[in-house]
């Protein structure tokens, strides 16, 4: 088992390009999450998923930010345009039902 | 909206048992205790979790009071490797909700 496959590892780009994260998750897993973490904010909750379907994106700063899972295996975290607050880490993870998370290692994102 | 509350920080001598605490006086009576651990540039790794009952697999053991306002996490032999930080978090099983809302945690510090 692979685990939470997250790429890129790192992204550097220019502030109003789009920006896609993707995410493979962990096979048979129910649920996938996106997180942000920053030094002011700590991990916070983007959006979840559970069988393909967005169940809460409460946590979507802004429309810049989009989800999609189009299959069990894929999802993107895309931002259009970005902005140099939007540098973080993004953590992606998956969990079966009632059960831990399993967090993949991260794309750590700079805008400049 | 923390429904727990950890100490910032702790140390422990290598080899020694590592307790850290948490508390959880609004748990409610279908809410889990959840730990987590984020090693430096890491994802969190889930721990352990559980109800009511003490737990233990591999990683740790979780005691939890018997009215469930606190609970704390013990790594009993703590190495080098286990300096992170702890997350101690509350999730209810069941329903519509699946979010794990991550707190500030505690920085365990584990000294050679």
């Known amino acids: 088992d692979a685990g939470v496959i997250q790429s890129p590892r790192h992204e550097v780009t220019e502030m109003g390009q789009e920006v896609t994260l993707r995410c493979k998750p962990i096979s048979g897993h129910d649920y996938l999450f996106w997180y942000r973490q920053t030094m002011m904010r700590g991990l916070e909750l983007l959006i979840y998923f559970n069988n393909n379907v967005p169940i809460d994106d409460s946590g979507m700063p802004e429309d810049r930010f989009s989800a999609k899972m189009p299959n069990a295996s894929f999802s993107t975290l895309k931002i259009q345009p970005s902005e140099p607050r939007d540098s973080a880490v993004y953590f992606c993870?998956?969990?079966?039902?009632?059960?831990?998370?399993?967090f993949g290692s991260g794309t750590r994102l700079t805008v400049v | 909206d923390a429904k727990t509350t950890q100490p910032p920080s702790m140390d422990c001598a290598e080899g020694r048992a590592a307790n850290l605490p948490c508390n959880h006086s609004t748990i409610s009576g279908n809410e889990y205790v959840y730990w987590y651990r984020q090693i430096h540039s890491q994802g969190p790794q889930y721990i352990i979790h559980g109800l009511k009952n003490n737990e233990t697999n591999e990683m740790a053991s979780l005691i939890i009071t018997e009215d469930r306002k606190s609970s704390t996490l013990i790594l009993p032999h703590a190495t080098l490797r286990d300096t992170a930080v702890y997350y101690c978090i509350v999730r209810v099983h069941g329903g519509s909700n699946y979010k794990l809302t991550f707190g500030k945690g505690t920085l365990l510090t584990v000294n050679p």
């Open positions: 993870a998956s969990s079966p039902t009632n059960y831990g998370y399993t």
